[in-house]
């Protein structure tokens, strides 16, 4: 569990002490005061099923200039390192299978034979163009890179350098957290809490990897209404995945607020809906090559049929679906239709409480008739479920994501208690 949970232990009031995140502000709200913004809903295209090309892992040797590379660890992606000069080497990344979004991911690890500056070209396939900004893994560390390593950055060309030794460093497009880091984190929070945290799995990916759920709630299941959280149905989408971490472990922190809440709703929680995706270092789809939420009518994939299966056989009411993503700024994708749902006024309620108790940020709120099948879409059509798609941005800070984690979290829990007074 993190350090910022024990600041919000006993905070069961409806709007949360400002002291307490004032708190967080000092420490990171330089940023967040730039979340409004004027983002418009991305267009993804649609995957039809394509097995997905797995990348060979293999070491790269520029032996000449002493300079090398690697692929071979989980959640890498690089498909080719060649010599520009003695000074410049070019990375080229390929996705895993076309057509795909603009969303090209990359990691590797790189070293020398000796320091020396080494400057990366970063080459893409035609009408793709660079999207994450580089992260560092050094001495176990991981770090933005600094301004003044990137040389160039525009829609054609993206050019960074880095001083090379012989001790390994990881270059990434986000922080890796391939399936054994979920897994870890997973049991991290469930130990000690298995008598009303009940992990489970339930199916596995097209690759034979495990699809975990938590299904969690105090003493029976009976009558309680589901809440269901989701997440890394696209690989690389790590700070959504981060939010995700911070809201189910506020849920899971002992105050009175959460005590009350559990002990009326059950909350169902998918940490790593494409597990293969994730290992594979894809750009966005799964082992198939199919984007797992374009797949929430006609559920052809294992993995996104599995989680459907295991939502429709709990036998009671699912009141809201929130599916946790990244994008290159902080929005939530909302259905605009709301009045047919348990919880009409819930969005309108939530996203003034999220204002309320984080001075200064403001919610990005873009709502929509989807006309493509995402599971926000499906938990409207299927159980008249407020379905949610909450986007956190490709660089929003850690101590960011923390903040509107643990908020979103308890404002949510406070309002439905309430209603379900």
């Known amino acids: 569990m993190r350090l910022f949970k024990t600041l919000f232990q006993g905070l069961a009031k409806p709007v949360l002490r400002t002291t307490i995140v004032m708190v967080f502000l000092f420490y990171s709200c330089s940023d967040i005061k730039d979340s409004p913004m004027t983002v418009t809903e991305s267009v993804f295209l649609d995957t039809k099923i394509n097995t997905a090309t797995i990348s060979d892992k293999r070491h790269f040797e520029l032996s000449d200039i002493g300079v090398f590379a690697s692929n071979d660890f989980e959640g890498s992606r690089l498909n080719g390192f060649e010599k520009v000069n003695d000074s410049t080497v070019k990375l080229f990344i390929y996705p895993e299978n076309e057509p795909i979004n603009n969303s090209p991911y990359y990691a590797f690890e790189t070293w020398s034979d000796q320091p020396k500056k080494i400057f990366f070209q ?7 163009s660079h999207r994450y900004i580089p992260k560092l893994k050094i001495e176990n560390k991981w770090q933005q890179i600094p301004p003044a390593q990137i040389i160039n950055s525009d829609d ?41 945290v009940r992990k489970k799995n339930i199916a596995t990916s097209v690759l034979d990897r495990d699809i975990t759920v938590l299904d969690i709630y105090k003493d029976s299941p009976k009558g309680k209404k589901i809440i269901v959280l989701l997440t890394r149905q696209h690989p690389p989408e790590i700070t959504g995945y981060f939010a995700f971490q911070y809201f189910l472990e506020t849920l899971l922190t002992t105050t009175e607020l959460q005590e009350n809440f559990l002990n009326e709703f059950r909350i169902i929680a998918f940490p790593n809906i494409n597990p293969d995706g994730t290992d594979m270092g894809h750009w966005r789809n799964n082992a198939n090559g199919l984007d797992l939420n374009r797949d929430w009518k006609n559920f052809v994939q294992p993995e996104t049929s599995a989680v459907a299966r295991y939502i429709n056989e709990t036998d009671e009411d699912v009141i809201l679906g929130l599916d946790f993503h990244s994008t290159y700024k902080d929005v939530f994708y909302t259905n605009k239709e709301r009045t047919t749902t348990d919880l009409p006024n819930f969005i309108t309620e939530w996203f003034s409480a999220i204002e309320i108790n984080i001075p200064g940020y403001l919610v990005n709120e873009k709502a929509s008739i989807s006309t493509q099948d995402v599971s926000k879409a499906w938990f409207l059509d299927t159980h008249k479920a407020v379905g949610i798609t909450y986007e956190i941005g490709d660089e929003t800070p850690k101590n960011n994501i923390a903040l509107i984690g643990s908020v979103s979290a308890i404002s949510m829990m406070n309002i439905l208690t309430q209603h379900n007074e």
Request: proline share 6%; net charge neutral; aromatic share 16%.
């Open 122 to 128: 970063f080459q893409y396939p035609l009408n793709y």
């Open 156 to 196: 054609q060309s993206f050019t960074i350098f880095i001083n090379l030794n012989v001790a390994p460093q990881m270059v990434a497009a986000q922080k890796i957290q391939p399936s054994t880091a979920v897994n870890f984190w997973i049991d991290s929070i469930v130990q000690g809490r298995e008598a009303w």
